[in-house]
């Protein structure tokens, strides 16, 4: 039984590229939260969805972020035209529901270098 | 606004010893509790979480933790250290169950021969 599958475990980009960090969840699984680390710091909630939905996007900053997961296929976080602060690591888990209590799934994170 | 606070960025004890590790919060609401351990290059595990029931909370690997009202604490516990416990751990709040986590910015615990 696979956990939470986020590729790549390491991104670089120049400034001004974009960036796309992948998250599967784990199987069963219908909902996925995205989390972002920046150094130094705890995690910061940054979104939440269901399949085809979003659901809490009250930590995704204004510009350049998005993040989907669509029916078929993993969770995408976008990041366009990266700047040196989108540096950090990016986490996703998964849980099979959204009530109190659920275990929440963690992936290994994917690390995010802007040159 | 929820927030917590971890003492210590780093924390270092020998094995055989207590392991101690500080967790302070601050919510509006009755407070979900959690922590979190992180391995080397490995996602965060949940190792116990508060839910408003018993304040004693055993979790995994022999951690235990205790919530306390009065000095808004939630501080982990382990009565004697193994050197496989070595790991980053993180104390998170949220009022809403598992949906938004507020994490602390984590102790790295260091155990010695």
Redesign the interface.
Known sequence: NA??MQNPRHLVRRRGQEARLRCSPMKGHSHV?W?RQLP??????MV?LQKENI??E??MPKERFSAEFPKEGPSILRIQQVVRGDSAAY?C?S?PG????????????TQLSVL | AQS?T?LGSHVSVSEGALVLLRCNYSSSVPP?LFW?VQYP??????LL?Y?SAATLVKGINGFEAEFKKSETSFHLTKPSAHMSDAAEY?C?V?D???????????TRLLVSP
């Open positions: 956990g939470v939260y989390y130094e710091e705890g995690l910061k909630f939440y659901i809490d009250s930590g986490f888990a849980s959204a009530n109190g209590g659920e275990k929440l799934f963690f992936g290994s994170g | 917590v971890q979900y979190y290059n490995q996602g965060l595990q949940l979480k839910t993180f998170a949220s809403t169950g598992f949906q938004k986590l507020v994490f602390g910015t984590g």
